[in-house]
């Protein structure tokens, strides 16, 4: 029988990624603003107008674009033993972060802000942040070296999770 369990967690906003976002709106409002009038001050040049407001146009998209790419969301799978990580970007891009199995899992647990990671270990972070309920996994990936997965697994994944954990660490968890 195949264990299976998927989870999708949304980022919750900091009061600075609000802020991030407020700021960029207004800048690109600003540039396409410029941009406009800079058109309107062409009039007698058409192809100098017309290229400011094509370039207005252009930042009024680009700062739609950095503003939705602002919203995330994670994605964990968990299939007979191995772990996906998928970082989902305003609900329409997808990229893998991370693909690894259990069994490479060296230590597992509640995270704690005060542990200390080990020189050139990679951090993954994929989290809502909330920082009550993270749990950390350090494992070693073929292409980043040592790293540390930060997430948040709910009670089926975590079930699951322990289920293929290697032997002492699973004796740790009890």
């Known amino acids: 029988m195949d264990n299976f369990a998927e989870q999708l967690v949304k980022k919750n906003e900091t009061g600075a990624d609000k802020t991030r976002r407020i700021v960029l709106t207004i800048i690109g409002i600003l540039i396409a ?37 602002t919203y995330v969301e994670y994605e964990y799978t968990f299939t007979n033993g191995d772990l996906d990580v998928d970082k989902i970007i305003a609900k329409k891009k ?10 490479q899992f060296t ?3 509640k995270y704690d802000d005060s542990m200390e ?34 997430f948040v697994p709910d009670e089926r994944m975590l ?13 740790k968890q009890q």
């Not at 997808?94 to 069994?103: A, D, N, P, Q, V």
């Not at 270990?121 to 350090?138: G, K, L």
């Open 33 to 69: 603003t410029v941009l406009v009038l800079m058109g309107f001050l062409q009039a007698g040049r058409p192809t100098l107008m017309l290229l400011d407001f094509v370039l207005a146009v252009a930042a009024g998209f680009g700062t739609y674009c950095i503003v939705q790419n």
């Open 94 to 103: 997808r990229k893998e972060m991370l693909s690894t199995s259990i069994r």
């Open 107 to 109: 230590d597992f647990g």
């Open 117 to 150: 990671e080990a020189d050139g270990m990679t951090v993954i972070m994929a989290t809502d942040n909330i920082a009550s309920h993270e749990y950390y996994a350090d494992f070693t990936d073929e292409t980043v070296g040592p790293a540390r997965l930060i």
């Open 159 to 171: 079930e699951n999770i322990t289920k293929f954990l290697p032997a002492k660490i699973r004796a």
